[in-house]
């Protein structure tokens, strides 16, 4: 059986969804950290902040999923130089899309006020460990770390998006899209 000329639809979906869902957590981690806001306001946007997040690794778990359930397009790159560097760019995305939503979440089980995890206020999510000032601090500062490493695979994502849409014209991004690819439809 050939490949595909283009992702899944469900993966396409959930690709552009998690998407939204990664600037929406970016936009809102400003007005956050804001302490000039009462507490009710700020509980309320760390709670909808760890929902998106958890929402986010559901979403990249069944991304995940998806690529070992249904056949994938072949690799866009015949270049192997450029095929590794985009391989490990999109492993780098993956990584960080879970592991942004557990180090929060440890995070939020180690603090030392225990605040509970409400998904969307619909059911508290239970926390894996307890207090721990020490995983705390750890976690807080590899959450912020991955958040930046997150935005450099990121900007390297769309930097490569637009040479293969700007420079090269290559029909790459009808891939992860709905619709034509190479002028037939799929």
């Known amino acids: 059986m050939s490949e595909p000329a283009r992702w ?6 959930l690709h552009w969804l998690t998407l939204l869902l990664v600037l929406f957590q970016f936009w809102i981690s400003g007005p956050m950290r804001d ?9 309320e946007l760390y709670q909808r902040h ?3 997040g958890l929402t986010i690794a559901l979403f990249v778990v069944l991304r995940l ?10 690799s ?8 590794a560097a985009a391989g490990t760019v999109h492993a780098g995305l993956y990584l960080c899309l879970l592991a942004l939503p557990v180090t929060g979440l440890l995070m939020a089980a180690a603090a030392p006020i225990q605040i509970p995890t409400l998904y969307f206020g ?5 926390h894996p460990i307890g207090p ?11 959450h912020d770390q991955l958040g930046n490493i997150l935005i450099a695979l990121g900007t390297a994502h769309v930097a490569a998006v637009a040479v293969h849409m700007l420079l090269w014209r290559d029909g790459l991004l009808g891939r992860m899209w709905f619709g034509r690819v190479d ?4």
């Open 35 to 43: 302490e000039s806001r009462d507490l009710i306001a700020r509980f």
């Open 132 to 142: 721990n000032p020490a995983i705390y601090k750890q976690m807080l500062w590899l």
């Open 122 to 126: 619909l059911f508290p999510v239970p």
């Open 8 to 13: 899944h639809p469900a993966s396409v979906v």
């Open 50 to 52: 760890k929902s998106v």
């Open 76 to 83: 866009f790159e015949k270049n192997r130089w450029l095929r």
């Open 65 to 74: 999923a998806l690529r070992l359930a249904v056949p994938q397009p072949e």
């Open 183 to 186: 002028g037939r439809n799929v």
